[in-house]
Nanobody
């Protein structure tokens, strides 16, 4: 089992940047595909990005491609989401998630993940 704790959210102006972190407990972090999701008020949770166990493969939602970068440091049991050129529509609670089944690095459905963090709020003002 793994526990996930997100941090790094906050209030930022449009065009600004934030870096989210997700720290995982346990010694098997490198065996999990990791993902980031977000949920805005009144909307369904949506996929943002995912990364393979080694970090060599990444996958992004079209809405964030070219602006967000997912990365991981297996030595630190941490996955990151660097968010640049933020827009008001990026406002949401951001969640990291871990998938312990298989090696496919682009699972976009929340149902494909086994563990979730508590979320961190990102607010982008116009």
């Amino acid at each position: 089992q793994v526990q996930l704790v997100e941090s790094g959210g906050g209030l930022v102006q449009a065009g600004g940047s934030l870096r989210l972190s997700c720290a995982a407990s346990g010694r098997t972090f490198s065996t999990y595909v990791m993902g980031w999701f977000r949920q805005a008020p009144g909307k369904e949770r949506e996929f943002v990005a995912s990364i393979s166990r080694s970090g060599g493969n990444t996958y992004y939602a079209d809405s964030v491609k070219g602006r967000f970068t997912i990365s991981r440091d297996n030595a630190k049991n941490t996955v990151y989401l660097q968010m640049n050129s933020l827009k008001p529509e990026d406002t949401a609670v951001y969640y990291c998630a871990a998938r312990g089944r298989g090696t496919y690095y682009a699972p976009v459905s929340g149902k494909e993940y086994d563990y979730w963090g508590q979320g961190t709020q990102v607010t982008v003002s116009s």
